[in-house]
């Protein structure tokens, strides 16, 4: 395939090319307008009639109210609103709201008033909303929702909605949608819609087969290609390395002039991620021959994909042909070339670059200072300080020498660093420093904030908290404000260092000071607070946090509820999450979801199932996990029916059991006895497609066993191995002591012997229930075999064990005892001390009184 330009040699296909890197790039339809009502600005309420905006207000104000209670929806104002609701009113409300699990609460809220019905727009509203806070489980409950409601779509609404969902990666349910309301007739999809679709599938890791299929199906219809289409084909096909299909598109868009700067740049970042930079630049100069001029984004791709390719002179000949194209290459630009020339160790033109730099008046950043500051030996460091002075403002001399600390930390030597930061600040350093030229240099200049930054940073890294500490408390003098990032890596550190009263004390020094603590400052101090189980002191950081306007990270009050329920203060874990609630914040499934299994691992279950059903009526929609652990608590308690029915309500919601769903409900029945309907939740689970694990099988065997049918559980087991799945040592196990049970004794030790040929120990209980099926079995001489392995292997059973393993064993030993066959066996074994537990067989005693043979 060559690409037909007129007058320009063709790009022929390199051998290599079909095994093009995938890359991800914004199409131009995004710059396109939006066929849908929600680009009205939230702050225009001209289309408004007049008194639909108190309604507005006085919604807004609700909603946003803090701390809000649920009660809130209930009350007369509240109602008297819904009533008056209409789809622009929930328009305009959802734009001003900040806060998407508000927004998401009122747009439930809304749903659910009489008279009242979403349009395509309002729920388009609510699709941008969770699409920009990336909340991917509440938009596929929101695509769900939308279908089901047989909410009548524009061609236009449709194709936004569809965008929301490929904008975070969510193409599959992006094409679902698509299918689902063309074929209720919710929407006639147009060509817009189509490109919409074409171009969320493009972004994502759809098979060009689909992408394909869709494409003929919109021109089956009618609808006629254009660039908006061609685009996101080319995108595709580039992603899957198909380069032959993506130069049939890129020529056919060529030919009927539809090329521009992104249609090229498609491929030129194509072939610069692929590592195919002479093309992509071949590529480049052709297209300017044909008037289509590349932007100075595009050129940056090549010249980084050059240094990636480590041909950094090729790079530097494509940033001449930048500045001869009138671009001023940004500082970006000269620190990924440095970077190669310092990973080079081209000292030279490394120098001749940073000058170039300077005479373009592009001032060298931090970060291209510390890179050539890490190749510079320490006499040209300290020329490059000398000649600074002399050259330099004392703006970029402070750069300069911040680089010098950046690039001595880096290296690891951050001594080194505090004792040059102590210099500049005019301290005597005793110490024997290897900076000792650097501390010698004309004129020291004194630090600025982000001097003490970059040392106390490292210093904080490297557990040097008090050094960290004695620098801040020095910055006064230095006339340095501290920044919010120095304030916050003290305060991260001396959390994680359950320094939580120094911590205080900082953030007070930083409120006083005027910097605005951060949500990183009050979630590490809350975090601290949560690994101590201080629930007074985290609730009071909530009320704080509250108060500034931000949300506690989930991970702490996780973190916090498991650490309570762990040391059995389970109520306090749930008393916390109310707390929570009360004070404004709504606490994500994560956190309850541990609180539940909390009440579950002490049995609790009745406390479990009432947090689990609290949580669906404070809109947290309750995942996978959360039904798992409640069903496996109610399988636990005997209670499977309920187990049965939290099943049944998990995919009426649309949600998906798992392995382990399934898994948690067969080892529930199992336990009650009930293998019918075991083995009945063992073939839905294959009908649905969740093959079973090891883990599954082997509860099954174990149930079927318990039951008397070994016949059934050695089939399980040939059907496991046959699909693949390897037993482990717990399967083996079970096996051979439910064969035991079942007066398979002959059976179990084939299955015994395997397990040892696979080097798998069995536990003392195996031992035992093979010894004493064997002497059930009249098997004696096999069963002290069994016994002389046991002992010799170093097994012992527990005189604590609850199954009583140790008073089972000395029945068997007794009886072997009595066996003429095997007694002369037994003495030999009780006289060398191979028997721990017994002495002598004096020491035996049967059940029924009598003596074992002397």
Request: a negative charge.
């Amino acid at each position: 395939m060559h690409l037909r330009l007129k007058s320009i040699k063709p790009i022929t296909q390199h051998h290599d090319l079909f095994h093009l890197l995938s890359f991800a790039h914004t199409s131009s339809i995004t710059s396109r307008p939006i066929c849908t009502k929600t680009e009205n600005n939230s702050h225009d309420r001209s289309f408004l009639p007049p008194d639909h905006s108190p309604i507005v207000d006085g919604l807004i104000s609700i909603f946003q109210n803090r701390p809000f209670s649920p009660h809130t929806l209930h009350s007369p104002e509240t109602t008297d609103f819904g009533s008056k609701l209409t789809p622009t009113i929930v328009e305009t409300v959802l734009k001003s709201l900040q806060n998407w699990k508000i927004a998401h609460l009122f747009f439930n809220w809304a749903s659910q008033q009489p008279g009242y019905r979403h349009t395509c727009y309002t729920y388009n509203v609510m699709a941008s909303i969770l699409s920009r806070a990336r909340r991917n489980d509440q938009l596929r409950g929101l695509a769900l929702e939308l279908v089901n409601s047989r909410c009548l779509m524009t061609p236009g609404a449709l194709g936004f909605f569809v965008r929301c969902l490929g904008g975070v990666g969510l193409a599959e349910e992006a094409n679902s949608l698509f299918d689902r309301v063309k074929k209720t007739g919710l929407c006639i999809p147009n060509s817009y819609s189509y490109n919409c679709l074409l171009e969320a599938l493009a972004k994502s890791t759809a098979s060009v087969c689909l992408v394909e299929v869709r494409l003929k199906e919109m021109q089956d219809l009618g609808w006629e290609p254009d660039k908006y289409t061609l685009t996101p084909l080319l995108q595709c096909y580039c992603n899957a390395g198909k380069f032959g299909k993506a130069l049939e598109v890129f020529n056919s868009m060529y030919e009927k002039g539809w090329m521009d700067t992104h249609v090229v740049v498609i491929l030129v970042v194509s072939f610069s991620k692929w590592g195919e930079v002479d093309k992509a630049f071949e590529l480049v100069e052709r297209m300017e021959d044909h008037g289509i001029r590349l932007n100075e984004k595009t050129i940056s791709v090549l010249i980084h994909g050059f240094v990636r390719e480590s041909r950094v002179d090729k790079a530097l000949q494509v940033l001449d042909k930048m500045r001869k194209l009138g671009y001023l290459p940004d500082v970006s630009v000269y620190d990924v070339l440095m970077g190669g020339l310092c990973r080079n160790k081209d000292i030279e033109k490394a120098l001749i670059l940073c000058s170039e730099m300077k005479n373009l008046g592009v001032y060298p950043d931090v970060e291209i200072f510390t890179k050539l500051v890490s190749i510079l030996p320490e006499g040209d460091m300290v020329k490059l300080l000398e000649d600074g002075q002399e050259e330099l403002g004392s703006e970029a001399m402070i750069l300069l020498y911040n680089s010098i600390l950046n690039g001595l930390v880096n290296k690891g030597s951050v001594s080194e660093a505090y004792y040059l930061l102590r210099a500049m600040m005019g301290d005597e350093c005793d110490c024997d420093v290897q900076m000792d030229k650097v501390f010698r240099t004309k004129k020291m200049v004194c630090p600025d904030t982000n001097s003490f930054d970059i040392v106390i940073k490292y210093l904080c890294k490297t557990d040097n908290l008090d050094m960290a500490l004695g620098l801040y408390q020095d910055m006064d003098r230095m006339n340095c404000k501290p920044s919010c990032l120095l304030y916050n890596n003290l305060i991260c550190s001396l959390s994680n260092a359950n320094r939580v009263d120094e911590c205080h004390k900082l953030l007070g020094d930083m409120k006083e000071s005027g910097v605005q603590p951060t949500h990183f400052t009050y979630n590490s101090i809350f975090g601290c607070l949560c690994r101590r189980k201080d629930i007074e002191g985290a609730i009071g950081m909530l009320k704080e946090m509250r108060e500034n306007g931000h949300e506690p990270w989930i991970k702490h009050t996780t973190l916090l509820v498991k650490m309570l329920c762990k040391h059995g203060r389970v109520a306090e874990a749930s008393n916390f999450l109310s707390s929570m609630v009360q004070e404004g914040f709504l606490p994500d499934i994560i956190p309850y979801s541990a609180a539940i299994d909390g009440f579950v691992k002490v049995q609790e279950v009745d406390r479990a199932l009432q947090i689990f059903r609290d949580i669906g009526a404070r809109e947290c929609c309750a995942d996978v996990v959360a039904y798992n652990i409640i069903i496996n608590g109610l399988s636990k308690a005997g209670r499977v029916l309920e187990a049965h029915g939290i099943l049944n309500e998990m995919q009426e919601k649309g949600l998906i059991p798992s392995v382990v769903t399934y898994n948690t409900l067969i080892d529930g029945l199992c336990k009650n006895g009930d293998i019918d309907q075991a083995r009945l939740c063992f073939s839905t689970m294959v009908r649905k497609e969740r093959e079973p694990n090891v883990f599954t099988y082997t509860t099954m065997i174990n149930g079927l066993c318990n039951e008397g049918r070994p016949n059934e559980a050695l089939e399980l087991w040939t059907e496991m191995r046959e699909l693949g799945r390897a037993p482990n040592r717990i399967t083996f196990m079970t096996l051979v002591h439910g064969l035991c049970k079942c007066a398979r004794p002959d059976d179990a030790l084939l299955y015994f012997q395997e397990m040892e040929e696979k080097g798998m120990t069995p536990d003392t209980y195996v031992y035992v229930a093979l010894i004493e099926a064997l002497l059930s079995n009249s098997n004696p001489l096999l069963a002290f075999k069994i016994l002389r392995e046991m002992f010799h292997s170093g097994i012992f059973p527990d005189p604590n064990d609850k199954n009583h393993l140790w008073v089972r064993l000395r029945e068997a030993i007794c009886r072997l005892s009595k066996d003429a066959r095997t007694q002369s066996d037994i003495m030999s074994l009780i006289t060398e001390g191979s028997i721990p537990i017994i002495s002598s067989l004096s020491d035996i005693v049967i059940e029924d009184g009598t003596e074992p043979i002397a």
